[in-house]
């Protein structure tokens, strides 16, 4: 199966700065690659994904970055604001999958 | 609210009791997951569900874990004999019917085994 593992653990910036998460994946045949937010409490929403077609992909402030050879994804936010503290996650998963494999989860906090 | 919904969101239960979760997936929607998270961890697979049918449970899936998705629509997860490693959160998420499309998440049951 895939194994994605996921870095940092915790991560604190001002506000502002930019935050930046990364991951890597063991299974070279993944090809989708979503990341969750999850704030405290509340359930894991998807901001943003990407699929093996493409190498970068942004929305707004938030942008990912995707490196096949290497077998590893990234996750940039820019201009950080404190609404965006939370866990983090990224997954991976491969054709024929039937779910997603987590990260385990990297916990921004935005100091105002 | 038309997201997925589970019930209960909190659920203290002593070791050795059985307990049972339901979730409703969005309406058109026909694959639904079951995953456990535990502190300080990411999401963990259990099982997944294409219409009526279970196509698929992971290993963390023992025998005292059954979920059943009878209608094709809502689902349940029940845990027999509970163990205090039980405790975590279980979520559920609903799909469309196709490869690599968002999964959309319910806010959990927290399962607390005392």
């Known amino acids: 199966g895939e194994n994605v593992e996921q870095h940092p653990s915790t991560l604190s910036v001002q506000e502002g700065d930019s935050a930046v998460i990364k991951c890597t994946y063991s299974?070279?045949?993944?090809?989708?690659f979503p990341w969750y937010k999850q704030e405290l409490g509340k359930r894991p929403q998807l901001i943003i994904d990407?699929?093996?077609?493409?190498g970068e992909k942004k929305d707004q402030r938030i942008a990912v970055t995707l490196n096949k050879t290497a077998k590893h994804f990234s996750l940039h936010i820019t201009e950080t604001q404190p609404e965006d503290s939370a866990v983090y996650f990224c997954a991976a998963s491969y054709p024929g999958a039937n779910n997603l494999f987590f990260g385990t989860g990297t916990r921004l906090t935005v100091i105002p | 609210d038309t997201g997925v919904s589970q019930d209960p969101r909190h659920k203290i239960t002593k070791r050795g009791q059985n307990v049972t979760f339901r979730c409703d997936p969005i309406?058109?929607?026909?694959?639904l997951y079951w995953y456990r998270q535990t502190l300080g961890q990411g999401p963990e697979f259990l099982t997944y569900f294409q219409n009526e049918a279970q196509l698929e449970k992971s290993r963390l899936l023992s025998d005292r874990f059954s979920a059943e998705r009878p209608k094709g629509s809502f689902s349940t997860l029940e845990i027999q004999r509970t163990e205090q490693g039980d405790s975590a959160m279980y979520l559920c998420?609903?799909?469309?019917?196709?490869?690599?499309?968002?999964?959309?998440f319910g806010q959990g049951t927290r399962l607390t085994v005392v």
């Open positions: 990407i699929r093996s077609n493409v």
């Open positions: 309406s058109e929607h026909n694959r």
């Open positions: 299974d070279s045949a993944s090809n989708y």
């Open positions: 998420a609903s799909s469309q019917d196709r490869a690599n499309t968002e999964a959309f």
